[in-house]
């Protein structure tokens, strides 16, 4: 297994269904590759961090990155601390952060329609940073930066030295329920007779979301019928609490590199942190049904 590969992508490449393949189609900029932000502070706007949820995207190739991040959160959510190496750090453009690389990290980037992770470093004799955002680079995805708050002039120049990392729990743990309640969307919409492709995912507090490509395949769904709509929703809303009571395993696999997410048999490329199994999601509500440029978005909240 090639963590630091998968890290370095940490991206969807396709989407298998139950009874109905799914061709995979290069996708150029469109998909977690192009809005993973690796900029210094956090987007503007939910449209800067929208994923390709379980979408076809172009796969990269193994061994592009010359350095890269060993990315535990790959492997398990719940891993909350690690010990690291400074590898490298270097002063914000603005002079307010140190962003730090670390021979390996706890720290989910933003990036594939998920926050970032938050947190603390720590190392003996130095002041603790507060991690603040975590993002790839621009050049090499490989890299992983924590941009770091707090007094760090005496971190200058200290690589090679030992560091343990501390992710924000609970913020960690909401991430996750709302990321795979994205990919149980999934999994409740093939359950009522939707054929329609996964497509923008946003998986934030404010507002998550599944966006899907409508397909003549399947069962259909007028958007102007606020009837229809409505009947849908409440559809939803009892598959969805079937499923989570359900508490469905979600899987983890490697396919040819690619990180793989499967719950109750739909499975998607993704590189997100996820629950065990879906009882841990709790309770879901459909906020929401509507059309989005020629898509139909269905928004969601997990209390």
Known sequence: MDVAYIASIGLPVHCTLPERKVQPAEQ???????????????????????????????????GHSQ????????????????????????????GQALLVELSRTVFHPQGGGQPADIGRLVADGL????????????????????????????????????????VDEPRRRLHA???????????????LGFRWKPGKGYHFPDGPYVEYLPSQDGRQLD????????LVMQELA???KELVDKKVATNIEFVDGVRMIAMDG?????GGTHVEHSGEIGEVSIKKIQAKQGNIRVSYAVA
């Open 223 to 230: 958007v102007k019928d606020a009837k229809a709509k409505e």
């Open 177 to 191: 329920r709302l990321h795979s309640a994205g990919h149980l969307l999934d999994v409740a919409m093939m359950a």
């Open 127 to 166: 002041p603790s940073l507060d991690v603040v955002f975590a993002s790839k680079d621009k050049v090499d995805p490989g890299v992983l930066w924590h941009e770091c708050r707090g007094d760090f002039q005496p971190w200058l120049g200290k690589e090679g030295v030992e560091v343990v990392c501390n």
């Open 238 to 240: 009892s598959k969805m």
């Open 67 to 94: 350095s890269a991040s060993k990315a535990l959160y790959m492997d398990a959510t719940y891993v909350f601390q690690c010990s690291a190496i400074l590898t490298s750090s270097k002063v914000s453009e603005d």
């Open 266 to 270: 739909v499975s998607c490329g993704c």
């Open 28 to 62: 150029e900029g469109t998909g977690r590759a192009s809005v993973a932000k690796p900029a210094l502070a956090p987007p503007s706007s939910k449209e800067d961090s929208i994923a390709v949820h379980g979408c076809s995207q172009k796969q990269h190739t193994a």
